[in-house]
């Protein structure tokens, strides 16, 4: 089976353009592919899984990755899949992501001796005349054709900004820039964002002609492509400061079960005769799988160590134990206290549990949050600072536990 066969055995291919060819290049090591990742926070998260671990699998191939961090396509704002308008970063803050990203790809990805690039878009994007540029592509671009795409169909009833309706221009631009200056001749990115790769494609074929080979293929995008990694409405983030291995390996442990042998298909190197034999179980048997998937997740991203750790200490609360030597833990200081006492709501928001006040008093009032073991109902409860001569455990549902000392 060629590496093309097994992206769709995996469930990871939704729409292609000249499927053929692609099959022919990826499955022969010849494929020079890029996919785009926006800066928009200062880590990337578990929804950034399934193309990092794509771009691994077809490296793995003899196939070259090419990173494209989007200095300037952030500076725009992608509308695709959005309701409201993205907030507006400083470039600084941009620059700040863009090296944040960098660090973490090389996690997966190996940019050793030009096995793959990592580029920055801001590089060309930013030093663009706009009278030149709408000279050059603008002819390329039908606007009806544009106000169909889905991306932009789903925000015109709550109003699309001029500034993100030259989103698309912008994507399209920089395959266009790729495929003249580094020899690209694939892109690959969610299902939600068709409208926008096709039109990169177009721009290849009307300003390059119609023997320039670019081609396009989009990754199934569902609750676990880049809906992934959204937990509680909070980012699982791949910056252990942010997300622990602790609860990045419980995130993967407590996916559904309806999910757990998707997310092994799309996401791990477990051969596929392997997840198969997990396909078969059913039940609590599929905790299994759960701890399995978890393991490997955690151990790609934070290494065997911390993955093993996180798995110990998962085990041992479930079972019941006492061990929570590698539990998630926040140490609170004199400044977190008022008068000597510190609100269970305010330990939950540093800790990152929650993320408002309101949210954590309907937690507790709804009796979804334990102290030491004992719900608590006061959504205005709180603890003394002679409280934590021992540790404190807050446990929030039954599967999110937190240590808390001072």
């Known amino acids: 089976m060629g590496v093309y066969e097994e992206l769709q055995e995996r469930g990871l291919i939704a729409q292609v353009t000249n499927e053929e060819e692609i099959r022919e290049m990826v499955n022969a090591g010849k494929a020079v592919f890029y996919i785009g990742f926006d800066c928009t926070a200062d880590s990337l998260t578990a929804g950034h899984f399934m193309a990092l671990?794509?771009?691994?699998?077809?490296?793995?191939?003899?196939?070259?990755?090419?990173?494209?961090?989007?200095?300037?396509?952030?500076?725009?704002?992608?509308?695709?899949?959005?309701?409201?308008?993205?907030?507006?970063?400083?470039?600084?803050?941009?620059?700040?992501?863009?090296?944040?990203?960098?660090?973490?790809?090389?996690?997966?990805?190996?940019?050793?001796?030009?096995?793959?690039l990592m580029i920055n878009n801001a590089d060309w994007l930013l030093n663009l005349n706009y009278v030149e540029l709408l000279r050059e592509v603008g002819a390329c671009f039908s606007v009806n054709n544009m106000l169909r795409a889905e991306c932009y169909k789903q925000r015109m009833e709550k109003g699309l900004s001029f500034l993100e309706f030259n989103y698309m221009i912008m994507q399209s631009y920089d395959f266009y820039h790729l495929f003249k200056n580094y020899n690209c001749n694939m892109q690959f990115g969610g299902d939600d964002q068709w409208s926008n790769m096709l039109g990169g494609t177009?721009?290849?074929?009307?300003?390059?002609?119609?023997?320039?080979?670019?081609?396009?293929?989009?990754?199934?995008?569902?609750?676990?492509?880049?809906?992934?990694?959204?937990?509680?409405?909070?980012?699982?983030?791949?910056?252990?400061?942010?997300?622990?291995?602790?609860?990045?390996?419980?995130y993967w442990r407590n996916v559904g079960d309806l999910d757990v042998i998707k997310c092994m298909k799309m996401l791990t190197f477990i051969p596929m005769e392997q997840i198969n034999e997990y396909a078969k179980l059913e039940g609590a048997e599929l905790n299994k799988a759960k701890e399995v998937l978890a393991f490997e997740l955690t151990k790609m991203v934070h290494g065997e160590e911390e993955a093993t750790k996180a798995q110990n200490a998962a085990r041992a609360l479930f079972a019941g134990g006492s061990d929570n030597s590698n539990m998630p833990e926040t140490v609170l200081t004199d400044d977190d206290f008022t008068d000597g006492e510190i609100a269970v709501v305010d330990m939950m928001i540093k800790a990152g549990m929650i993320k408002s006040k309101g949210e954590g008093r309907r937690l507790i009032t709804q009796g979804g949050v334990s102290v030491n073991d004992e719900k608590i109902t006061d959504g205005f409860a709180s603890l003394k600072a002679s409280d934590f001569d021992n540790e404190v455990i807050i446990k929030k549902g039954k599967k999110v536990f937190h240590k808390f000392s001072k």
Not at 79 to 93: I, N, Q
């Open 202 to 250: 177009e721009l290849i074929r009307r300003k390059l002609g119609k023997d320039a080979h670019a081609m396009t293929i989009t990754l199934l995008t569902d609750s676990q492509g880049n809906k992934m990694g959204k937990t509680a409405g909070n980012a699982v983030w791949l910056d252990p400061e942010k997300t622990s291995p602790y609860d990045f390996y419980q």
């Open 53 to 116: 671990t794509l771009m691994k699998r077809l490296q793995m191939a003899g196939n070259k990755p090419i990173a494209l961090i989007g200095g300037g396509t952030t500076m725009i704002g992608d509308p695709s899949g959005r309701t409201d308008m993205r907030k507006m970063l400083t470039l600084e803050d941009i620059n700040h992501n863009a090296a944040c990203f960098k660090r973490q790809m090389e996690n997966f990805i190996d940019f050793s001796d030009g096995k793959a």
